[in-house]
């Protein structure tokens, strides 16, 4: 699992979960996520629980035939640019989550069977300014295996009246291709991580069927992912948990990159790079 910084949260009733999970973490259990479906972590008893995919729920065959208990479905279109994949504008962003039910204010709790799609939604709503937002570390197959139920159909959400915020709380998630060139240029201090396979990383292959180039920027090292741009077995356990923080720093450290740098990661389309993103930044960096 990965690393978490544990200090914090306050058990208080008999029923509160045994389980310490701050405000600030980002990676939780799914036995923490199972006490919030039984009610029994304090203030979360409004938490939204979400399945995140590609694709409107009404075509999600798994989803439909097997989710955890009240999770509503996320389609990773709501918060990208499906043309270039570029996370949303704040305006949209921000309409589209509250069209979830999802404010600056709402507990959210993501989940995914693709772990690069369930990391790219933390990082939106991240970005846009929900306060306290997790991802459960594992997917669905972690969550049977430890003797968690499941429901069938879909979970219809309820539209908030209003996301809660007037702009993007953490614009410095994101930084502009322009900004990338200058600062390649520019800054020795700046590092670019390429989080693809070994073929899209060396120019072999663009890994997509609907991606004509292949190669990467100039000046950018590799910093692992998987066998094919669908894969992320460098990042994800057999259980499909994460690993750990040791690591991920080990993948840093053959590339060259320490805490120090500053540091932007990226892959074909911007999903696999939120793993090694939300995985550092939980850790302190």
């Not at 729920?57 to 999770?71: K, L």
């Not at 404010?103 to 709790?109: E, F, N």
């Not at 009246?161 to 953490?170: D, I, L, R, T, V």
């Amino acid at each position: 699992m990965v690393s978490f910084s544990l200090a914090g949260s306050g058990k208080t009733a008999e029923a509160a979960s045994e389980t310490e999970v701050t405000e600030e973490q980002i990676f939780v259990p799914v036995d923490w996520v199972a006490e919030v479906v039984a009610d029994q972590v304090p203030g979360y008893e409004d938490a939204i629980i979400a399945e995140a995919s590609w694709g409107p729920v009404d075509q999600n065959e798994p989803y439909q035939t097997a989710h955890i208990p009240g999770a509503i479905h996320i389609d990773t279109d709501s918060v990208e640019d499906y043309d270039k994949y570029n996370i949303f504008p704040f305006e949209v962003l921000s309409e589209n989550l509250a069209g979830y039910g999802i404010t600056a204010d709402t507990p959210l709790i993501v989940y995914g069977d693709d772990p690069s799609a369930a990391s790219r939604v933390v990082l939106a709503a991240s970005y846009a300014g929900v306060k306290n937002v997790k991802l459960m570390n594992g997917n669905m197959s972690t969550w049977t295996d430890a003797g968690n139920e499941t429901e069938e159909g879909i979970v219809e959400p309820v539209a908030a009246e209003a996301f809660g915020a007037e702009e993007a709380a953490h614009p410095e998630y994101l930084i502009s291709c322009a900004d990338v060139r200058e600062k390649i240029d520019s800054d020795e201090n700046f590092r670019l991580v390429s989080i693809r396979s070994t073929e899209e990383f060396e120019g072999l292959t663009s890994g997509y069927s609907y991606i004509d180039y292949a190669g990467e920027p100039k000046g950018a090292v590799w910093g692992h992912a998987g066998v094919d741009p669908y894969d992320m077995s460098d990042y994800v356990n057999e259980d499909g948990t994460f690993v750990d923080y040791e690591t991920v720093v080990s993948y840093m450290d053959e590339a060259g990159v320490s805490q120090e740098n500053e540091t932007a990661f990226y892959c074909g389309t911007g999903w696999r790079a939120c793993v090694p993103f939300l995985i550092l930044k939980d850790n302190g960096w």
